[in-house]
């Protein structure tokens, strides 16, 4: 049974940094793409940032290009995804969704597994 656990979740103020872990189970990583998603209140899921297991290749979404790195142990089956520099605006509640599909798919439906979500809130 694949299980997905976030942590690292906050409530931080503007130019903080958070670093998200996303803890993987009955799966390899080596053969799954995981992917971070935000969801903000009425919003749809937007997808934030992707690594390959395969072969490491990563991407990001254009707006946190820059800001947050995406890293993975695969030997503890876990993706990190390090924030910095947060502003109001990634305010949302974080999952990490694992895919069987190669590279880094885009779309959500192509992700088969799904975390519970680890709420981030940036905040002055």
């Known amino acids: 049974q694949v299980q997905l656990v976030e942590s690292g979740g906050g409530l931080v103020q503007p130019g903080d940094s958070l670093r998200l872990s996303c803890v993987g189970s009955g799966f390899t990583l080596d053969y799954y793409a995981v992917a971070w998603f935000r969801q903000a209140p009425g919003k749809e899921y937007e997808g934030v940032s992707c690594i390959s297991g395969r072969d490491g290749s990563t991407n990001y979404v254009e707006g946190v290009k820059g800001r947050f790195t995406i890293s993975s142990d695969n030997g503890k089956n876990t993706v990190f995804l390090q924030m910095n520099n947060l502003n109001p605006e990634d305010t949302a509640v974080y999952y990490c969704?694992?895919?069987?599909?190669?590279?880094?798919?885009?779309?959500?439906?192509?992700?088969?597994?799904w975390g519970q979500g680890t709420q981030v809130t940036v905040s002055s």
């Open positions: 969704a694992t895919s069987s599909m190669d590279g880094c798919p885009v779309e959500s439906y192509q992700y088969e597994f």
